[in-house]
């Protein structure tokens, strides 16, 4: 599955972006755990999923303490992306 890093959507720079699995990974540092970033994530998830895509988002500590968690998670909304895309 092909995916790319740092990927201009919409007016935004997403982390990761799969288009065929139309989804969005986010790694978020912890300055994502203070309240105004929060609600500015929330804003961003929502214009992205009214284009049709799909946002994950992790947590740093998350990414490195739980690596195997991360990529299964990863691994079944790819699959479950892709088994409903009316395009594949």
Not at 18 to 44: M, N, T, W, Y
């Given at each position: 599955m092909q995916f790319y890093r740092q990927k201009t959507l919409l007016s935004f720079i997403v982390d990761?972006?799969?288009?065929?699995?139309?989804?969005?990974?986010?790694?978020?540092?912890?300055?994502?755990?203070?309240?105004?970033?929060?609600?500015?994530?929330?804003?961003?998830?929502?214009q992205l999923a009214c284009a049709g895509l799909k946002v994950l988002r992790f947590d740093d500590r998350q990414v490195l303490s739980e690596t195997e968690v991360v990529l299964k998670m990863i691994y079944d909304e790819v699959v479950a992306r892709i088994s409903i895309s009316p395009n594949v």
């Open positions: 990761f972006y799969s288009p065929k699995a139309k989804l969005v990974i986010e790694l978020d540092g912890s300055q994502h755990f203070e309240a105004e970033c929060q609600a500015k994530d929330q804003r961003r998830d929502a």
